[in-house]
């Protein structure tokens, strides 16, 4: 419960914020890794296109009409296009190297689960389960925005996982850019 309608809307903006920062910051180290052995190109192309889409997340939340409870899933629809598109860079990687190769350098299984469970996360919040189908039943614990917010939450743990996997992969073997 918030004291005003306008903190509440900012605190909302904030929290969208903060899910826009985790997926862009989780991507950075996803495309360093995945094209370690590549002209820097690579790497700038994707950032920058990962960071103009992470800006117009941004600056679309804090856009009056975009508050509107209709456009739940528009809302939803806007950041799972930013996370789809975070997978560009591991399809190109795995066309070019193969899925083996870039399931070592980008961890691409632990991505994939973590992708499953934003997308899950955000089909709840989008269509309200469960408070939809079962009224003041989730009102205090297990809502459709709590559990986005617990999906994003393990969906980070398990990225975490790519990541370090990753890391290990490129810092531990001296071949890591042999094809």
Not at 158 to 178: E, P
Request: net charge positive; with cysteine.
């Amino acid at each position: 419960m918030n004291h005003s309608q306008q903190m509440d809307t900012y605190g909302a903006q904030l929290d969208f914020q903060g899910v826009i920062l985790l997926m862009w910051g989780a991507t950075i180290p996803l495309v360093y890794y995945g094209f370690y052995c590549d002209t820097a190109i690579h790497r700038y192309s994707y950032w920058a296109l990962l960071s103009l889409l992470a800006v117009a997340c941004s600056v679309s939340t804090f856009q009056p009409h975009f508050r509107d409870p209709f456009l739940r899933p528009v809302r939803a629809a806007t950041f799972g296009s930013l996370a789809v598109v975070t997978m560009v860079p591991v399809v190109h990687g795995a066309t070019v190297y193969g899925w083996q190769v870039q399931n070592q350098r980008m961890g691409i299984t632990w991505v994939l689960i973590t992708l499953m469970l934003n997308v899950l996360g955000a089909t709840a919040y989008a269509i309200k389960f469960p408070e939809r189908w079962f009224n003041k039943t989730f009102d205090l614990f297990g809502a459709s925005h709590q559990l986005f917010h617990m999906m994003v939450v393990l969906a980070a743990l398990v990225y975490s996982k790519a990541i370090l996997q990753a890391f290990d992969f490129a810092h531990a073997y001296d071949h890591t850019c042999n094809r």
